[in-house]
């Protein structure tokens, strides 16, 4: 298989053969030697090759459906290093037909992100595919709205850290509820405000998530 200059280690050659045993059968090989080798982006990882193999596994996918999703993302103006990205967060991009993948793109753009910045966004969050726009970020953006967060900080905010659209409903709230319950001296609370309140939220959150990381 093309894996370029990364050599793959042993575990990561065990793990392909465990997911995806039929890489082990001479034509399944043969067909996604010359899939993956002309793939069409120029720095695909040992981590795409992984999760490819493992959904066309699950799924019953060829090395045409790889071929269809990258022309459809890079059709959607994305760089080969947010294909990559893409392809190695979320494996379902490649069943995911262009209208989704769209949606998504225009409901950013719709509430003033410009175009030039999707691909970064994209690249940053790829799991804003997971993401809907009707069952969830319509519903974010309104949320944000309720809690006294202009357009303009909402965009501000999801420009300087994209996965701000990967906030649970209801969980700035608690975060900024937690804040507001906080006994502590004026000067501290100056501090941990200095750079508003939404961003103030977010960095309760990242904390909240390391303590529950480690118990």
């Known amino acids: 298989l093309p894996f370029g200059p990364s050599k793959p280690s042993q575990e990561f050659l065990v793990l392909v053969v465990f997911n995806c045993p039929r890489i082990l059968e001479l034509e399944f090989l043969k067909d996604w030697e010359m899939g993956l080798s002309g793939m069409g982006i120029s720095n695909a990882t040992l981590l795409v090759i992984q999760n490819v193999l493992q959904i066309s596994r699950k799924l ?16 959607l103006g994305f760089s080969d290093d947010t294909v990559t990205r ?25 509430n003033g992100i410009d175009r030039n910045q999707i691909d970064w966004i ?4 790829p799991d804003i595919l997971v993401h809907g726009v009707e069952n969830k970020l319509k519903l974010l953006f309104d949320e944000l ?22 906030l649970e409903l209801g969980e700035l709230y608690r975060c900024l509820e937690l804040l507001r319950n906080l006994k502590c ?12 309140a939404f961003r103030a939220g977010l960095e309760v959150k990242r904390r909240v998530d390391c303590l529950c990381r480690y118990g």
């Open 86 to 110: 893409v392809l190695e967060e979320f494996l379902m991009a490649i069943v995911m037909n262009r209208d989704r993948i769209r949606e998504r793109i225009e409901f950013l753009v719709g």
């Open 185 to 196: 001296r004026v000067p501290i609370k100056e501090r941990i405000y200095s750079e508003r």
């Open 145 to 166: 709205k309720e809690l006294g967060f202009s357009l303009d900080v909402v965009r501000r905010e999801i420009l300087r850290d994209p996965s701000v659209l990967g």
């Open 122 to 125: 994209f690249n940053l969050f």
């Open 60 to 75: 019953g996918l060829g090395p045409e459906d790889l071929s269809r999703c990258i022309q459809r993302l890079k059709g």
